[in-house]
């Protein structure tokens, strides 16, 4: 009940590029950010620090290689599938780069013990060396903080003013409480932040808190993923190590953001022999013919995820469903559409390059999936800028309509590039609580 998402997470913690805040800009589509990569870029560093991450220091290998510190620790070392993807990318010119990942390589870092090269890391690390949210707990207990385990906030309470005054949430009894304060944090993100936000009308916002722009759960963001399934003549022998370490990250960048979007390639690094068993036993094998083609389709078979850009679009949004849950409280009800802009960057650009990487891995079979499905980067809701004719929060995440609520996280992210968004949601977060103390 506490840790949330980081609990089923693989670690990865991509920055966005300068690029990737200004698509308007530079490109003519989407939106830009309310500020530049400088800006971000102390909070991404206070971020890698707090989470723990480990990362390569040789610039070439960094993403992207404009940075004010060393990551807190270095690289992890690549598996032999790992090892076999990215040689066969630099054989058509692309460099794989070890991924920036929550992860502690060769040592311990905060109270958490170096990886030891489990390949169970989703959803939770056996040993308790990959992050997540849970391990701040304590912290959060020895400052003072209190954590009201199973609690369901259902309403934000407005006063005259139009300041935050409490919220009221239901007990895992259902029974309802009120708790005020000063300044209120709303980070649940992308889904159930603006759900809450719409389901707290009053007088004054008969709309819902935070939303006289009507741009409370509109620009849905995920980044839209199609699988590349591979069979090899020779052995792959993924499951070396974490689930996930390196992606072709130089594919999301280009002047063809104009017409279409980027991806990167991601190497699947599981291991499959779940995945294998399967397969095999769907051929109707048994015995030692079983075994056998078990044993080859662990070895010889690989996955490569293809996570494309989205843009933010008003049309993408959330709104309260009529169902409801046990609590009696709204489901969220979602329209979501990748839009031309990713079919024609899959047509046209990232699924001849996985043509090309299954070549040059040497794949016997090639199966490539035909519909996108969700990479669970959840972004966008309370979308950030300086008008609040068209945006939900300003540049620290302040409700630009309550100057006492935050909203901070993946909601108020203004574009998703291609990489995981947990780092700028957490880059996010302490900007926020920086404009917080302030306050």
């Known amino acids: 009940y506490a840790g949330g998402a980081t609990w089923h997470w693989a670690g990865i913690c991509w920055r966005l590029t300068p690029e990737d805040m200004q698509l308007k800009t530079r490109y003519g589509v989407g939106r830009d950010w309310a500020f530049d990569y400088a800006t971000l870029e ?30 807190p620790m270095g690289r992890l070392p690549f598996g032999p599938g790992e090892q076999r993807f990215t040689d066969a990318a630099a054989s058509i010119g692309l460099t794989n780069l070890p991924s920036a990942q929550a992860r502690n390589s060769g040592i311990a870092y905060g109270d958490r013990p170096a990886c030891c090269g489990n390949n169970n890391c989703i959803p939770v690390c056996p040993i308790g060396a ?3 949210a849970a391990t701040s707990l304590t912290r959060i207990e020895s400052k003072g903080g209190k954590i009201q385990p199973n609690a369901v906030v259902y309403k934000i309470e407005t006063g005259q003013d139009n300041k935050v005054q409490a919220v009221h949430y239901y007990d895992n009894n259902k029974q309802t409480h ?5 300044v209120f944090v709303i980070a649940c993100n992308g889904i159930e932040t603006p759900k809450l936000l719409l389901m707290s009308t009053d007088s004054r916002n008969p709309h819902g808190v935070a939303n006289s722009s009507d741009q409370v759960g509109r620009n849905m963001m995920d980044q839209p993923k199609l699988v590349v399934e591979l069979e090899l003549a020779e052995p792959a022998w993924t499951g070396v190590g ?25 190497f699947n690094n599981m291991a499959r022999s779940r995945i294998g068993a399967m397969a095999a036993l ?10 056998t083609e078990i044993r080859r389709l662990s070895a010889c078979t690989t996955e490569i995820a293809i996570e494309h850009e989205l843009m933010p679009d008003a049309n993408n949004r959330l709104t309260l469903s009529a169902k409801k849950d046990w609590l009696g409280l709204p489901k969220p009800n979602i329209y979501y559409d990748v839009g031309d802009y990713v079919r024609q960057g899959s047509q046209r650009h990232s699924l001849p390059i996985a043509r090309q990487l299954a070549k040059a891995m040497g794949a016997t079979k090639v199966d490539i999936s035909t519909e996108y499905t ?16 068209v945006s939900v929060v300003d540049v620290d995440c302040r409700a630009h309509d309550h100057e006492n609520l935050f909203l901070p996280g993946g909601a108020a992210m203004t574009t998703g590039g291609c990489g995981n968004s947990t780092l700028t949601m957490s880059a996010l977060a302490l900007k926020a609580a920086d404009a917080i103390h302030a306050q």
């Open 42 to 71: 102390p909070y991404y560093t206070r971020a890698e620090y707090a989470l723990g991450v480990c990362g390569p220091s040789e610039p070439e290998l960094q993403w992207p290689p404009i940075r004010s510190k060393p990551y």
């Open 130 to 132: 990959k992050y997540d």
């Open 178 to 182: 009120r708790v005020t304060g000063s």
């Open 242 to 266: 974490p689930v996930q370490g390196s992606s072709i990250m130089e594919t999301s960048q280009g002047d063809f953001r104009s017409e279409y979007c980027g991806a990167l390639f991601r």
């Open 282 to 291: 769907e051929k109707g094998l048994v015995g030692k013919a079983l075994d």
């Open 374 to 389: 969700n990479s669970d980067h959840i972004m966008g809701g309370c979308i950030m800028g300086t008008d609040p004719a």
